[in-house]
């Protein structure tokens, strides 16, 4: 049974490019939640979403940054011009169930992303 | 709003040495309570989880009780091994309205031989 597949696992992109980053949740999940690390910090909340919804974006920045699930496919984190502080690792995480009280989120291995 | 606290890193260790990280929380109502383990390269892992107070939970010969009195969930392991080195994450959650976990910084472990 996989895990969270994130893909790719590195992504370097030069300033003003886009980044796409990929996440297909685990066998039967249907809730995706996307999160960034930044260096030595722990972990922020973006995204959450459920196919074709967002239900959740208040930790995402309000320009540059998207993110979608379809009905067929992976999730896709999307930053587009991107800057030197957008380079972090970004985790995406998977639930059969909404909420963190006992529906455990499943993570991913991360895209580290690096903006030269 | 909730918030989780964590004693600063790294934590260097020799093999065999009794392991305490801190954690503490603020949050209303009655959270549970995690912690999850990121080895390098890796995503998060559960390692761990507590659900109400006075539960304890274990894994692997981690422990962590939740203490509502303290609002606290330390995680201690007897006699760590190389292998525990890694980050280690504590997070409250919650349902309802509020289900997006809150995570706090990690503390990095570093177990030398």
């Not at chain 1, 957008?86 to 998977?94: E, I, K, L, N, V």
């Not at chain 2, 929380?25 to 999850?36: D, I, K, R, V």
């Amino acid at each position: 049974n996989a895990g969270v597949m994130q893909n790719p696992r590195h992504l370097v992109r030069r300033r003003g490019q886009e980044a796409r980053l990929r996440c297909s949740p685990m066998k039967g999940h249907s809730h995706v939640y996307w999160y960034r690390q930044l260096p030595e910090e722990g972990l922020k909340f973006m995204v959450y979403l459920q196919k074709e919804n967002i239900i959740d974006e208040s930790g995402m920045p309000k320009e540059r940054f998207s993110a979608e699930f379809p009905k067929e496919g992976p999730s896709i984190l999307r930053i587009q011009q991107v800057v030197r502080g957008d380079s972090a690792a970004y985790f995406c995480a998977s639930s059969i169930k909404r909420g963190g009280l006992y529906n455990e989120q499943f993570f991913g291995p991360g895209t580290r992303l690096t903006v030269l | 709003g909730d918030s989780v606290t964590q004693m600063e890193g790294p934590v260097t260790l020799s093999e065999e040495a009794f392991l305490t990280i801190n954690c503490t929380y603020t949050a209303t109502g009655y959270p549970s309570l995690f912690w999850y383990v990121q080895y390098p390269g890796e995503g998060l892992q559960l390692l761990l989880k507590a659900t109400k107070a006075d539960d304890k939970g274990s894994n692997k010969g981690f422990e962590a009780t939740y203490r509502k009195e303290t609002t606290s969930f330390h995680l201690e392991k007897g006699s760590v091994q190389v292998s525990d080195s890694a980050v280690y994450f504590c997070a409250l959650g919650r349902g309802g309205g509020s289900y997006i976990p809150t995570f706090g910084r990690g503390t990095s472990l570093i177990v030398h031989p």
